[in-house]
Nanobody, 119 residues
Framework: VQLVESGGGMVQPGGSLRLSCAAS????????MSWVRQAPGRGPEWVSS????????YYTDSVKGRFTIARDNAKNTLYLQMDNLKPEDTALYHC?????????????WGQGTQVTVSS
């Protein structure tokens, strides 16, 4: 299993970024997927999840209305569109494969892509 994130960077408050996660080594379309972020000195924070077909999406309250999760099963790719970014969104963003055993339980993570929101 391999998950490789890209698209991070530095952006001013109010700006946008689109993260991508290229998945390989498993049947991508068979798994719910999530984005999880970790800010310096803090534990992992679940951000968003999407079901196998992409018809159901879920967000933590702090990003609702600003972030959009999506997937392209033909391309084995997960996305996170982030708009109206705030300094508190600064973190290392990981895509993660849901284990299917419990809520907020992931069995594989990518290395992450850094998002920094600063003026």
């Amino acid at each position: 299993v391999q998950l490789v994130e890209s698209g991070g960077g530095m952006v001013q408050p109010g700006g946008s970024l689109r993260l991508s996660c290229a998945a390989s080594g498993f049947i991508f379309s068979s798994y719910d997927m999530s984005w999880v972020r970790q800010a310096p000195g803090r534990g992992p924070e679940w951000v968003s999840s999407i079901n196998t077909g992409g018809s159901s999406t879920y967000y933590t309250d702090s990003v609702k209305g600003r972030f959009t999760i999506a997937r392209d099963n033909a391309k084995n790719t997960l996305y996170l569109q982030m708009d109206n970014l705030k300094p508190e969104d600064t973190a290392l963003y990981h895509c993660a494969r849901d284990s299917g055993k419990a809520t907020y339980d992931w069995d594989y993570w990518g290395q992450g892509t850094q998002v920094t929101v600063s003026s």
